[in-house]
C-alpha cells in the first residue's frame, strides 16, 4: 500500500530494492531474447523503446516531474535507483547512434 510522507508526497515503492526490481522489470519488458544463429547465441530484441516517461508510466507515477520529485524527497537511495535507470536510458541510445 501507499503512504504518504511529509510534504503529500505517495510512497509507491517502500524500499529502494522494490524501485530497483521495478526498473529492471521495465527494462525488461523492452526486449525479449532471439537466437542470432550467425553467432550462436541469444541476444536481446527490442520490442518497444525504452524511455523515461515510459518508465515513469511503468512504475506508477503520472509524469517524469512526479518520478524526479519522488526521488527528490525520498533518501538518497531511491535517487540513486533513478539515476542509475537514467544512465541505462542514455547508454542505450549511445550505443544506438553508434550502430
Same mark, same amino acid.
Given at each position: 500500500m501507499?503512504? =504518504?510522507?511529509?510534504?503529500?508526497?505517495?510512497?509507491?515503492?517502500? *524500499?529502494?530494492?522494490?524501485?530497483? =526490481?521495478?526498473?529492471?522489470?521495465?527494462?525488461?519488458?523492452?526486449?525479449?531474447?532471439?537466437?542470432?544463429?550467425?553467432?550462436?547465441?541469444?541476444?536481446?530484441?527490442?520490442?518497444? *523503446?525504452? *524511455?523515461?516517461?515510459?518508465? =515513469?508510466?511503468?512504475?506508477?507515477?503520472?509524469?517524469?516531474?512526479?518520478?524526479?520529485?519522488?526521488?527528490?524527497?525520498?533518501?538518497?537511495?531511491?535517487?540513486?535507483?533513478?539515476?542509475?535507470?537514467?544512465?541505462r536510458?542514455?547508454?542505450?541510445?549511445?550505443?544506438?547512434?553508434?550502430?
Open positions: 501507499s503512504k =504518504a510522507f511529509g510534504s503529500g508526497v505517495i510512497c509507491i515503492y517502500p *524500499t529502494p530494492d522494490s524501485l530497483a =526490481a521495478k526498473v529492471d522489470e521495465y527494462f525488461d519488458s523492452c526486449f525479449i531474447m532471439k537466437h542470432n544463429p550467425k553467432l550462436g547465441v541469444d541476444m536481446p530484441f527490442e520490442i518497444k *523503446t525504452p *524511455t523515461f516517461s515510459g518508465l =515513469a508510466r511503468f512504475l506508477g507515477f503520472g509524469s517524469r516531474s512526479a518520478l524526479l520529485n519522488y526521488c527528490n524527497e525520498k533518501d538518497e537511495r531511491f535517487k540513486d535507483v533513478i539515476n542509475d535507470a537514467k544512465l536510458l542514455e547508454e542505450y541510445y549511445e550505443a544506438k547512434l553508434i550502430h
